[in-house]
């Protein structure tokens, strides 16, 4: 029997390149997302749709109850206007609070005396601050010292699920993603640079994209679906909370990886200043975990952008 998946916010970026993955698996796929297009999802023959935010209490008991899920993989957060993660907490924190703190809440305390479902979730680097706060690497124990509304959001529910899980055994996993980049992206913020350097570089036209210069921590999305894959085919009990594998680079630096890759210098960058700066994880424990190996670099990353456009 196909094992049945609830994907919620199973239609950003990261969720649409999940689906693609689960479908060729044969899971049994059901999406929760208010903005998802039935049309756009139909080769992946999803069983369930709930077309509307976890914000609607009423349906999303129906939903966290129509069938006895397997897994629950959670990717939902405030996005705003498809501004950034982190600008949209700035401009609406109640909102980012509501969605990615209170309504995760809700979901996982629907699911507080089901120890069979296996929920997994999506946090992020930003909940450790920025790097100067610490010396070297950054493990799952080191301090949690968040310097934004996005990131103070990821602390209050990794905190959530660490008492769901002393107080009632609930399996649950948390990765803390860096930005995630590749094809099909569509929200702006650092990552939306990024995206224009590939589009522009396939079509050959010069440009100059406003970025700041700081390190960039990034993760292309193959990889990033891969570890998900990964933490949901694994019969091992899996840690609370993960960091994530990451290559480290900068603006200038990716402009001259899609140069190079089209043998043109139609790419520079325009220097918006110094941005945040976030540590750098110590991924050890998750790459032992669940055996993961990381595929892409910054050169396979672009090479491989380029290629699928």
Not at 200 to 224: H, N, Q, T
């Amino acid at each position: 029997m196909k094992k049945k998946i609830l994907l919620i916010g199973g239609y950003g970026f990261l969720g649409r390149w999940l689906i693609k993955s689960l479908y060729k698996e044969n899971y049994d796929i059901s999406v929760l997302d208010p903005k998802l297009s039935i049309k756009k999802l139909k080769q992946y023959n999803i069983q369930f749709y709930f077309k509307f935010s976890t914000s609607n209490n009423l349906e999303l008991r129906k939903a966290l109850n129509k069938v006895k899920w397997d897994y629950v993989i959670c990717l939902a957060a405030w996005g705003g206007n498809g501004k950034g993660l982190l600008k949209a907490a700035d401009e609406n924190f109640k909102e980012a609070m509501q969605i990615n703190v209170n309504n995760f809440r809700n979901i996982l305390e629907e699911f507080k005396f089901n120890k069979k479902v296996k929920i997994i979730w999506s946090s992020s680097t930003v909940v450790f601050g920025e790097e100067n706060d610490y010396k070297g690497k950054v493990t799952e124990k080191s301090r949690l010292h968040p310097s934004t509304n996005y990131g103070l959001t990821k602390v209050l529910a990794e905190n959530i699920t660490a008492y769901y899980i002393k107080n009632f055994e609930m399996n649950i996993t948390g990765i803390r993603f860096p930005i995630i980049i590749g094809p099909e992206l569509s929200y702006r913020g650092v990552a939306s640079g990024i995206s224009d350097m590939a589009n522009f570089a396939k079509i050959s036209k010069k440009s100059k994209i406003p970025m700041v210069s700081s390190a960039l921590d990034l993760i292309y999305i193959k990889d990033a679906v891969s570890i998900l894959l990964k933490i949901i085919n694994s019969n091992k009990k899996t840690n609370y909370i993960y960091n994530c594998p990451s290559f480290r680079t900068n603006a200038k630096k990716l402009a001259d990886a899609f140069n190079k890759k089209i043998n043109k210098k139609i790419i520079t960058i325009k220097n918006l200043g110094i941005g945040a700066t976030y540590p750098i994880m110590n991924s050890n424990l998750i790459k032992n975990d669940i055996k993961f190996t990381q595929k892409y670099n910054l050169n396979r990353t672009v090479s491989d952008w380029y290629e699928s456009l």
